[in-house]
């Protein structure tokens, strides 16, 4: 099974920027769309990006649109979140996630293999 593990995160003041990666074990991950989600305190977790499997198609939360930017290096094993502009309503722990195999990216509910999490926190 495929393992992903976050890196990046970090404290930044509103207006900074922090690049998220998501490292992953497996050599078939150029097959496997991968996601990033957030979760706050007390609240849900949430769909942020998601990037198809070849690296050709994204798709954004609205809260993020114009922000934060997905990609792929997919030669590293590695997915990346630019996040911009942060905000303190930003601030969550954020997960990667894999889909399933030549599957689809822009379907939240079919991401099923999580990493363990990054902490982001921006402060006002």
């Known amino acids: 099974q495929m393992l992903l593990v976050e890196s990046g995160g970090g404290a930044v003041q509103a207006g900074g920027s922090l690049r998220l990666s998501c490292a992953a074990s497996a050599r078939t991950f150029s097959t496997y769309p991968i996601g990033w989600f957030r979760q706050a305190p007390g609240k849900e977790r949430e769909f942020v990006a998601g990037?198809?499997?070849?690296?050709?198609?994204?798709n954004y939360a609205d809260s993020v649109k114009g922000r934060f930017t997905i990609s792929r290096d997919n030669a590293k094993n590695t997915v990346y979140l630019e996040m911009n502009n942060l905000k303190p309503e930003d601030t969550a722990v954020y997960y990667c996630a894999a889909g399933y195999q030549l599957g689809r990216h822009y379907s939240p509910a079919e991401y099923h293999l999580w990493g363990q999490g990054t902490q982001v926190t921006v402060s006002s």
């Open positions: 990037i198809s499997w070849s690296g050709g198609n994204t």
